[in-house]
């Protein structure tokens, strides 16, 4: 049974920090893992999408690494800033009866300070 | 916008009311989900539709009750709920076909329930 971890929970850093959030999953038979920010009370979007062939991934001032071996994801966020306050969610999904389940981890909720 | 509709945003409604929670998607996918995001605990898998069939029911109360007409609407009608099915309800969708099946979420519908 594939199970996702998000750490840490809560994060809370100045404003111009780079910082690091792990993601850790238990079944390295993953297809993609995906990384989603959430602000308070709204929907998903979609920040980076890793494929399991891949060892990074790139938007703007996010980076995404996969080490599927180890089980482990890390969302890097360069030069953080106020507007990048909120949580954020790391998704694999899981193959089944013809359809993908997307397994979440419980989201780290970031703060940056100005 | 990432391409997922949900209306209404916000429902207020009493137990013995009977609503209906709405999403589309024009992207062209052929999976829809709903979630259910309660405060403090992470998203759970409500159902899963592939080509308008339902592949997932996770054990959902039979007052929640999904419908989907075809691969573009999904629809989750609500009747004589509890105040503890207060929360946020996600609607989702993806590709099933190949490796790219990226998630794309809607913004979600807040119910409260008196």
């Known amino acids: 049974k594939q199970e996702v971890t998000q750490i840490p929970a809560a994060l809370s850093v100045p404003e111009g920090e780079n910082l690091v959030l792990n993601c850790s999953f238990t079944d390295s038979a993953i297809y993609n893992l995906q990384w989603f920010r959430q602000d308070p009370g709204k929907g998903l979007t979609s920040l980076l999408l890793i494929q399991s062939s891949q060892r990074e991934q790139t938007s703007g001032r996010l980076n995404a690494s996969l080490d599927k071996s180890s089980g482990r994801s890390t969302l890097y966020i360069a030069a953080s800033q106020p507007g990048d306050s909120a949580t954020y969610l790391c998704?694999?999904?899981?193959?089944?009866?013809?359809?993908?389940?997307?397994?979440f981890g419980t989201g780290t909720r970031l703060k940056v300070l100005a | 916008e990432t391409g997922v509709t949900q209306t209404p945003r916000h429902l207020v409604m009493g137990m013995t009311n009977k609503k209906s929670l709405k999403c589309e998607q024009h992207?062209?996918?052929?999976?829809m989900y709903w979630y259910k995001q309660s405060a403090k605990k992470p998203l759970e898998l409500m159902f899963v539709?592939?080509?308008?069939?339902?592949?997932e029911n996770n054990s959902v109360p039979s007052r929640f009750s999904p419908e989907c007409p075809n691969s573009s609407h999904l629809f989750l009608h609500l009747h004589t709920l509890q105040p503890e099915d207060s929360a946020l309800y996600l609607c989702?969708?993806?590709?099933?076909?190949?490796?790219?099946?990226?998630?794309?979420f809607g913004q979600g519908t807040r119910l409260t329930v008196v």
């Open positions: 989702a969708s993806s590709l099933t076909r190949g490796s790219n099946t990226e998630a794309f």
């Open positions: 998704a694999v999904p899981r193959y089944t009866s013809g359809t993908y389940k997307y397994i």
């Open positions: 539709y592939n080509f308008k069939e339902q592949t």
């Open positions: 992207l062209g996918h052929n999976a």
